[in-house]
């Protein structure tokens, strides 16, 4: 069994800036940046296994960095000493989609070790990847984001009800599809918000994040695993 699907942790890639497809009347399709510090219960199988801490920082301008640190602190992940750091650098240029200008994900672990850098010339408009020792490039579509922020294409958009996202993957970007569903209840470590459900829908089943108007980061991430098992991140404080 590989070890990303035995700790899930690794495999999560906390949801991907965007293209809408449509909006709500005429209001700002994309809500201002602030910055924000969250910290989330890591769970699987409805087991609390790690402490993730999501950051999003402004480097002046436009220009914004979000990071992710996530540690083993129960089970599996802890005897592993799993530890995952993921740093997304980004633009955000008023009512223009976000547009990646850097991606890094490191995986610390005992029997297994992960790098991927993602480098974005947009001069060139082409993608660099470097995971392991191989390399790959290839041409990148305007506004195209790393994984990792899709968190905050979603938070920032809240009021479409669609977004095509295009995701610098390892060899491609991919386009993702997320639609809003329900709003609802959401009882959480942190208190109880009234979420709004965003899921992903060119793969069904994939993965789901709940939002509330007043913040950008979300409230929870959820993400089936390829067992079968669901690793799912709640919030515990955001400041």
Partial sequence: MRLAVLLGLAALPLFAAAESNSGAGHEPAYAPLKPFSATYDVQRGGKTIGEATMTLKSDGGDNWTLVTQTRGTAGMARLLGLDVREESRFAANGQQPLQSTAYSYQQEA???????????????????????????????????????????????????????????????????????????????PAGRFDATRYERTDKPGKGSSWYTPNLLAPLQVEQAQKDGANIVMRLRRIE
């Fill in 110 to 188: 005992t029997l297994k070790s992960r790098q991927r850098r993602i480098e974005f010339d947009w001069s060139a408009r082409e993608a660099r990847v470097t995971d392991k020792d191989e390399l790959f490039r290839y041409a990148l579509q305007p506004y195209s984001i790393d994984r990792h922020a899709i968190v905050v294409a979603l938070g920032r958009a809240q009021g479409l009800e669609q977004n095509t996202l295009h995701i610098a993957s390892k060899d491609a970007v991919e386009d993702q599809r997320y639609e809003r569903r329900e709003t609802q209840p959401l009882e959480l």
